[in-house]
């Protein structure tokens, strides 16, 4: 049950990281007009909250067992399970075949990075 906490949490702070990178390059943002201070402001106070659920995603998957390895191929999936959704839908960017692949090289580093323990 800790490695789904873990998991909710990462989903969460990634949501958060990825509009914080990224959110204020949308054409026609209320961002996109502000100096590059104000929106550096914003971006660090949306991080401040996406570290508040990744340190103890973090601490909690760790706690339950989870390598950092894991941890770290876990946060990456869902980083790309997030961005090409953001970027598709939110930022209007065009689908490109690369996602896909990108995610299944992505899933295959799961596969890897947790093949001892399923293959047991």
């Keep these: 049950?800790?490695?789904?906490?873990?998991?909710?949490?990462?989903?969460?702070?990634?949501?958060?990281?990825?509009?914080?990178?990224?959110?204020?390059?949308?054409?026609n943002s209320k961002f996109s007009d502000k100096s590059l201070l104000v929106v550096l402001l914003i971006s660090w106070g949306i991080a401040f909250f996406e570290y508040c659920f990744m340190i103890p995603?973090?601490?909690?998957?760790?706690?339950?067992?989870?390598?950092?390895?894991?941890?770290?191929?876990?946060?990456?999936?869902?980083?790309?399970a997030i961005f090409i959704p953001f970027a598709?839908?939110?930022?209007?960017?065009?689908?490109?075949?690369?996602?896909?692949?990108?995610?299944?090289?992505?899933l295959g580093a799961v596969f890897f990075v947790n093949r001892e323990s399923l293959m047991s």
């Design 1 to 27: 049950m800790k490695i789904l906490y873990s998991l909710i949490l990462l989903v969460i702070s990634n949501g958060l990281m990825t509009l914080a990178w990224y959110g204020h390059l949308k054409q």
């Design 57 to 80: 995603a973090n601490r909690l998957g760790h706690s339950a067992g989870m390598s950092l390895a894991q941890l770290k191929i876990a946060q990456e999936v869902i980083t790309i």
């Design 88 to 106: 598709l839908f939110y930022m209007g960017e065009k689908w490109k075949m690369d996602y896909l692949w990108a995610f299944l090289c992505m």
